[in-house]
């Protein structure tokens, strides 16, 4: 795949964890790359996404002022870096890149496997 997602794990509420995506150079380099979410049972979710051409970044509301992305073009690598982390917020997260309306019909064949987080008490 062109990219692969780690970073997960199981924690409790109001734990932080970072997720890292490593990128392709091609994939890094895309206009515009999100994270998304599925939690079991469920479609994906959009989480944010950053607009790598003005360095602009969005937020869907239930994380807004909790969840932070970022980039390192160097390392060809995103984060996400989740403080108060929330039951709700368990689920598959998947990195991905292209216009959001796209990605939320995935997940596709040619993404990665995700990463795991479950918050749990």
């Known amino acids: 795949g062109q990219v692969v997602e780690s970073g997960g794990g199981l924690v409790r509420p109001g734990d932080s964890l970072r997720l890292s995506c490593a990128a392709s150079?091609?994939?890094?380099?895309?206009?515009?790359m999100n994270w998304v979410r599925q939690a079991p049972g469920e479609g994906l979710e959009w989480v944010p996404s950053?607009?790598?051409?003005?360095?602009?970044?969005t937020y869907a509301d239930p994380v807004k002022g909790r969840f932070t992305m970022t980039r390192d073009n160097a390392k060809n690598t995103i984060y996400l870096q989740m403080n108060s982390l929330k039951p709700d917020d368990t689920g598959v997260y998947y990195c991905?890149?292209?216009?959001?309306?796209?990605?939320?019909?995935?997940?596709?064949?040619?993404w990665g496997q995700g990463t795991q987080v479950t918050v749990s008490s």
């Open positions: 150079v091609f994939t890094a380099s895309r206009h515009i």
């Open positions: 950053i607009e790598t051409s003005q360095e602009v970044t």
């Open positions: 991905a890149d292209g216009p959001l309306n796209v990605v939320l019909l995935g997940p596709y064949d040619y």
